[in-house]
């Protein structure tokens, strides 16, 4: 009977077995002949180019974050180091002319940003790299569309140099060796990191890891499948890279883990010396002002920011409490990011804290400058920021800072050393609180040390750190004058 049910068994499935092997010979097949068709498309197209040419991956180069910043610094760098290279910008910001998007960056970045040898290829195909294409499978789902879009990239212009800037791992491969390209990359955050699969492994819920997943043995084993396949492909094509630099030790430890290659640690150019010199309001406001800074986006943990004031409110005086406002400000870029708005509000309401708590929606640049300069703390709480932009601006605007006990907070910016402690870790909503209420009762004398040491301690993140360090990382990828 068993050997009758088995043999039916093999009937079956040796078809089925036959159809998936031809089926991957038949995919195996296509994907060589578009190999070769590109090989040899793009070996003409570099024929027609006399100048060396530099190509610079980013489809949202028009956005004006901090990735941005890095890489029109970056751009900026090439032009001083190689005047006559020839510079190729791959962007899917197709409804912003070049003229625009120079002009959006020089002055977001207070940097100048020549037009000479620069060129825009604009991609037509960016929504193959949205999160919003893929709801199941996200990483993969972006991952592959890089890949069109690389396509679509090389078959434009094909660089004799390439950088990806946006962490398109994938692309990497592409460009060495479809067009023989040196390729090089800045990452600032791993699309998939140790963090990420241990957190799915021990089933913790999280912003990436649903709860219906984490509770689930089922569903927690394929998923710890799916992350390690993922991850053992991103680090095969991350290994491909001839120069691979990182924005901070946190991401230089996952990426040497993942890739199996030694990163160049270069941190992202922040241009605070404005800020250091932002004349302060803190004795004018008779509110003890607390501001947080950054996108309103889940990884970045709003609602713990609301638990914290909720436990504040337990461990101060009503007359302390009645002065003292939590000044969210940040970024909102379309339905999903609203709905958050809408929901950390909901929990203010909730916890009764919303006549302490104020929201401001993308604020322009002037009025950011003066609510940093009335300011008394800042405030960030997102895991494992990879690096925290935000919260060096916000040190060296004086603002006392509470940061995140781990990543980039922890490793690099923040120091809590007696005598040279120029900020404050917490990990929890009640360590956050004991912190504000610390700062609230120490003496002025207390606070000046405190901010003058980190202005001083931000000097190690400047523009001019960021350019030395890009151009000793990837002097070797061009040619030697």
């Not at 396949?229 to 890279?241: D, E, N, R």
């Amino acid at each position: 009977m068993l050997d009758s049910i088995w043999q039916i068994c093999l009937d079956l499935l040796y078809p089925c077995f036959l159809v998936f092997l031809s089926g991957i010979v038949i995919l195996a097949s296509l994907l060589y002949l578009l190999y070769i068709t590109l090989k040899y498309g793009v070996a003409a197209k570099h024929k027609k180019k006399d100048a060396l040419v530099v190509g610079f991956f980013h489809p949202y180069c028009n956005a004006g974050g901090g990735g941005e910043r890095v890489l029109w610094r970056a751009v900026r760098c090439v032009q001083i180091r190689h005047p006559g290279a020839h510079i190729v910008i791959y962007t899917g910001d197709t409804d912003a002319a070049p003229d625009q998007i120079i002009s959006k960056a020089s002055q977001r970045f207070d940097m100048e940003i020549s037009n000479k040898h620069l060129e825009f290829v604009y991609l037509h195909k960016r929504e193959y790299v949205e999160a919003k294409m893929y709801p199941y499978f996200t990483m993969l789902g972006q991952s592959l569309g890089s890949l069109i879009l690389g396509i679509e990239a090389l078959s434009n212009c094909a660089p004799d140099i390439y950088f990806d800037t946006m962490g398109y791992a994938f692309t990497l491969p592409l460009f060495k060796y479809v067009c023989d390209s040196k390729v090089g990359c800045y990452v600032h955050y791993p699309t998939i990191s140790t963090d990420m699969l241990d957190a799915v492994q021990n089933r913790r819920s999280a912003y990436n890891n649903r709860r219906s997943v984490s509770r689930n043995p089922l569903a927690t084993f394929a998923k710890l499948r799916y992350y390690r396949l993922f991850a053992w492909a991103y680090g095969k094509c991350g290994g491909v890279a001839d120069c691979v630099m990182v924005n901070s030790s946190w991401t230089e430890d996952h990426i040497l883990s993942l890739w199996n290659i030694v990163p160049c640690k270069v941190f992202p150019p922040c241009e605070v010396s404005h800020l250091s010199q932002l004349p302060s309001k803190r004795e004018e406001t008779k509110e003890y002002k607390i501001i947080s800074l950054g996108q309103f986006r889940p990884e970045k943990d709003h609602p713990l920011q609301i638990k914290a004031m909720f436990e504040l409110r337990q461990i101060i005086s009503e007359e302390e409490w009645s002065k003292v406002k939590l000044v969210i400000i940040g970024g909102v870029r379309g339905e999903e990011d609203e709905k958050l708005v809408k929901d950390i509000q909901d929990l203010c309401k909730y916890l009764s804290v919303e006549d302490n708590v104020e929201f401001k929606v993308n604020l322009p640049y002037p009025s950011l400058l003066n609510e940093l300069s009335e300011a008394q703390i800042g405030l960030h709480t997102m895991w494992n920021e990879h690096f925290g932009i935000g919260i060096v601006e916000m040190m060296a605007a004086g603002l006392l800072t509470i940061a995140h006990r781990s990543g980039g907070p922890l490793r690099d910016i923040i120091i809590e050393e007696t005598g040279s402690r120029n900020g404050f870790l917490a990990s929890n909503a009640q360590e956050y609180a004991a912190h504000i209420a610390f700062i609230l009762g120490m003496t002025d004398k207390g606070r000046e040390g405190i901010r003058e040491r980190a202005r001083s301690s931000v000097n190690l993140f400047s523009s001019q750190k960021f350019d030395s360090g890009w151009t000793r990382a990837t002097d070797s990828l061009f040619p030697q004058q």
